[in-house]
Nanobody, 127 residues
């Protein structure tokens, strides 16, 4: 069965960095777009970044562009989110997700494009 397990969250001061990892299993990892989303209490889950199956194409929400970097290692079935220059407004639970379509094209910045989610990892940025 599909499993996505996030790790790497924690407490960090504003301006600091964290690297999130998401270990995937139970499917052909290299065939699917992988995304990162985040959610705070009382708000809908929001898009952060995604990486296409090859790893060559990435896309970011404007709020994290230039600060966050998404990448993947298809040999290790793992997707990463490097977060630099963290701000208090980055505080959230971060989720990785697997796209519905294999070798899909187009944009993947909506939760509707994903079918499996990890359990989430908490990121707290203190100001």
């Amino acid at each position: 069965q599909v499993q996505l397990v996030e790790s790497g969250g924690g407490l960090v001061q504003a301006g600091g960095s964290l690297r999130l990892s998401c270990a995937a299993s139970g499917f052909t990892f290299s065939a699917y777009v992988m995304g990162w989303f985040r959610q705070t209490p009382g708000k809908e889950r929001e898009f952060v970044a995604y990486v296409m199956w090859s790893g060559r194409t990435t896309y970011y929400d404007d709020s994290v562009k230039g600060r966050f970097t998404i990448s993947r290692d298809n040999a290790k079935n793992t997707v990463y989110l490097q977060m630099n220059s963290l701000k208090s407004e980055d505080t959230a639970i971060y989720y990785c997700a697997k796209s519905i379509r294999a070798y899909g094209l187009g944009k993947f910045d909506s939760t509707r494009e994903y079918e499996y989610w990890g359990q989430g990892t908490q990121v707290t940025v203190s100001s």
